[in-house]
């Protein structure tokens, strides 16, 4: 295919094409144990989409299985549900917002998908023993920041 290409653009799309084949045979090849290629698909689908607001059907749909099947292997393969799965993974993304960021607890809730700044407020401190504030002030690496 690579001689057949007759322009630079040709060259770049053809590279960037390889370049995503290999990575998705790396991330195939290092599926973590017990947990099926499907399965892995549905994880980083959620990872990937944690300012959207994503449920167990979005998650089916992503590999085109009923949610009855995603919910049963889901749960087989990693102990939670697909829910629990998806909290989780805001909950890890909030921490790097809180981390490495400045933004309000206001814009991360809002960003993350939370109905509210008082619900975000609840699940994080529920998951994590500490209000968002309380994570941020103990964990914070670039900058000072302070809650709008």
């Known amino acids: 295919e690579c001689e057949q290409t007759q322009s630079l653009e040709e060259v770049h799309r053809l590279q960037y094409i390889m370049l995503m084949d290999f990575c998705q045979r790396c991330a195939a090849a290092k599926l973590p144990k017990g947990v099926s290629a499907e399965i892995y698909r549905c994880m980083t689908f959620i990872q990937s989409h944690t300012n959207a607001s994503i449920g ?4 089916a ?6 949610s009855s099947y ?6 087989a393969e990693l102990g939670m549900s697909v829910g629990e799965y998806i909290t989780k993974c805001k909950l890890e993304e909030a921490c790097d917002l809180l981390t490495y960021g ?7 809730s809002a960003y993350l998908g939370y109905s ?13 023993g500490m209000t968002p504030m309380q994570y941020r002030k103990n964990n914070q690496k670039y900058g000072h920041s302070s809650e709008k």
């Open 56 to 59: 167990l059907e979005d998650v």
């Open 70 to 75: 995603v919910m049963r292997r889901f749960k």
């Open 116 to 128: 509210s700044q008082s619900y975000f407020h609840n699940v994080f401190k529920k998951q994590f």
């Open 61 to 66: 749909g992503e590999i085109g299985r009923s």
């Open 102 to 108: 400045d933004r309000s607890l206001a814009e991360i």
